[in-house]
């Protein structure tokens, strides 16, 4: 292009027009190992439509565009109605058409967890505020399935595979959304300590039946949503209800919208502040048992966040390696430049580990019976929950930083992903909350957590490495237990890498896997990414990166 004052070229034209699918050979091969092979050619067709410039346009617009909340109409009744761009209900819109809210409870089958998680993963990679009221619907599923005339009353709309963004009671819509609401402005993580009350409606009480609850949330996730899944304290303790938008007789329940949070990312998806006057709810589960009703969503959506951050790690890297390949800085391409080439090959080997990691996880919940894929599910689940949502952050600043300070404006999308980081390593439990659950759950199922070592063990076949980590793993659990909490951190951030090397040594070539393994166990190598080392650095580094484009 030319200019009355300069012509503008090294310049790095959008990456649009790709295939999500077909081009991640680690993913390709993951669905098709763990059963799910059935639902390559529908992953390979949504792998294309997110890859459309059209598609990243509503990503964009959907998050420039904040959510709105009106609490008034034009002649002042309370409405409390969230207004959202069109953009917002069109991702909502694929993701039900692709079935991304319940495909393993309403079409199951050998492989399905894997096949959902392969297509949440393909939109995580373009947009994640849509992400977070399918999961949560996703996670409502199975615990209102244990409440017979309940869930007879949802099931067709929540299997339901097309978008009602409608603001209606249940009974005029054709699918509903659920949402959650835990946290309180005294206690945030502890709900343990949260003040609102549930009081039974006159004649009612116990499981299925019907009470008022009065009170606040301080997040109160997606408030359009038909339903929200809410922790309210009774005679017997903490309860788990279901709280409908619209009461059964058709009127509005009586939730208030305090207002909308000005969050960091997350932009294209509201949370809110709400308060309960007397509102309309359902107990779920046993009474006083609300806790563990809502862990067994946390199960679902734990998994999900780990998802959503392997997501966005893989599309940081496809992006930064875009530009690399394209973009010419002193005299050379970016990607053929030796630093750069160790950074790439570094952060490409970290989201080949996240990948496999993800998709190991959501197999295990395939596998509900089997007592190695339980210590999957309660052991690892956690740990990488801590791991990968945290790495994240880190990661996309450093593919923002490949693009130099074209990454650092909103004009692309490095930006987003950068404040889109924090969010999964933060909701659900933060850090430290996931490192002292891995400590208790290692704590209630030793079974489990021999038999997780032994696997691992076997899987990596003698590899020195993987060697080095377990017994790094084994020396820290041999502390004293009045210190082990003081040093957890230490804990699931070995276990997560001895796992990561594991599936490695399993799933990628032995060149592949040793660059990893040797990178994450020497004590020498920094903390930042491109510090691997090893002889023929150079060809190594090369063969890691051709494997990101397959």
């Known amino acids: 292009m030319h200019s009355p004052t ?41 792998g294309a439509e997110l890859g459309r410039k059209e598609v990243w346009a509503l990503a964009e ?35 039900r058409r692709e079935n991304l809210h319940a495909l393993p409870w309403s079409a199951p089958r050998a492989g399905s967890h894997v096949a959902r998680a392969a297509g949440y993963f393909l939109h995580a990679q373009v947009e994640a505020g849509s992400l977070c009221p399918t999961t949560m619907t996703f996670a409502s599923i199975p615990v209102l399935q244990k409440e017979p005339a309940l869930f007879a009353a949802l099931q067709a709309k929540l299997y339901a595979c097309e978008h009602d963004g409608r603001d209606l009671p249940l009974g005029q819509k054709t699918s509903m959304l659920i949402g959650m609401g835990m946290t309180e402005k005294q206690g945030g993580s502890d709900v343990r300590s949260n003040t609102t009350l549930a009081t039974p409606i006159p004649g009612g009480g116990g499981r299925g039946a019907d009470y008022v609850l009065t009170g606040h949330k301080w997040f109160f996730s997606a408030p359009m949503c ?26 509005k329940n009586a939730v208030f919208i305090q ?9 294209s998806n509201s949370s809110s502040e709400v308060e309960f006057n007397d509102a309309f709810g359902i107990m779920v589960g046993e009474e006083g048992r609300g806790i563990a009703t809502i862990i067994e969503m946390a199960n679902y959506t734990r998994i999900d966040c780990v998802i959503g951050s392997a997501g966005l790690m893989r599309q940081a890297l496809v992006q930064a390696l875009h530009h690399a390949r394209h973009r010419s800085a002193f005299g050379a391409r970016l990607a053929e430049q030796a630093l750069m080439q160790n950074v790439l090959a570094d952060l490409a080997l970290e989201s080949e580990a996240a990948t496999l990691l993800m998709l190991q996880l ?10 190695l894929q339980r210590a999957w599910r309660r052991i690892v689940t956690p740990a990488a929950k801590f791991w990968i949502c945290k790495r994240a952050l880190a990661f996309s600043g450093e593919c923002m930083e490949v693009w130099g300070g074209n990454g650092y404006v ?34 209630r199922e030793p079974e489990g957590f021999t038999l997780l070592l032994e696997h691992l063990n076997g899987i990596a076949n003698g590899h020195a490495g993987v060697g080095i980590l377990l017994n790094g793993v084994k020396k820290l659990l041999s502390t004293p237990p009045d210190q082990q909490e003081r040093h957890a951190r230490r804990l699931v951030q070995t276990l997560i890498l001895t796992v990561q090397a594991a599936l490695m040594v399993q799933h990628a070539p032995s060149i592949i896997a040793d660059a990893f393994i040797e990178s994450r166990c020497d004590a020498k190598v920094g903390h930042v990414y491109g510090t691997l080392g090893g002889e023929g650095s150079q060809i190594v580094h090369r063969q890691i990166l051709q494997r990101v484009f397959q």
């Not at 709105?68 to 819109?93: C, K, M, Q, T």
């Not at 038909?226 to 009127?251: K, N, Q, Y």
């Not at 959501?362 to 007592?371: K, M, N, R």
């Open 6 to 46: 300069h012509d503008a070229n090294n310049l790095v034209s959008p990456l649009i027009d790709n295939n999500l699918y077909t081009g991640d050979g680690v993913l390709m091969a993951g669905v098709q190992r763990l059963q799910a092979g059935w639902h390559a050619d529908a992953l390979e067709r949504y």
């Open 61 to 95: 617009t959907a998050n420039r565009h904040a959510p709105e909340l009106h609490n008034y109409d034009n002649i002042g009744n309370r409405i409390d109605v969230v207004e959202f761009h069109p953009a917002w209900h069109s991702l909502l819109g694929m993701l």
């Open 226 to 251: 038909d339903a929200h899944m809410v922790l309210a304290r009774t005679e017997l303790g903490i309860s788990c209800f279901f709280v409908p938008r619209w009461r059964p007789d058709g009127s």
């Open 259 to 267: 207002r909308l949070k000005d969050k960091l990312g997350n932009r």
């Open 362 to 371: 959501a197999s295990s919940l395939d596998a509900p019976s089997d007592p």
């Open 410 to 443: 909103e004009t692309g999308p490095m930006a987003r992903f950068y404040r889109e980081a924090p969010v999964n390593s933060i909701w659900e439990g933060s850090g430290n909350v996931m490192c002292l659950d891995v400590l208790r759950a290692i704590g």
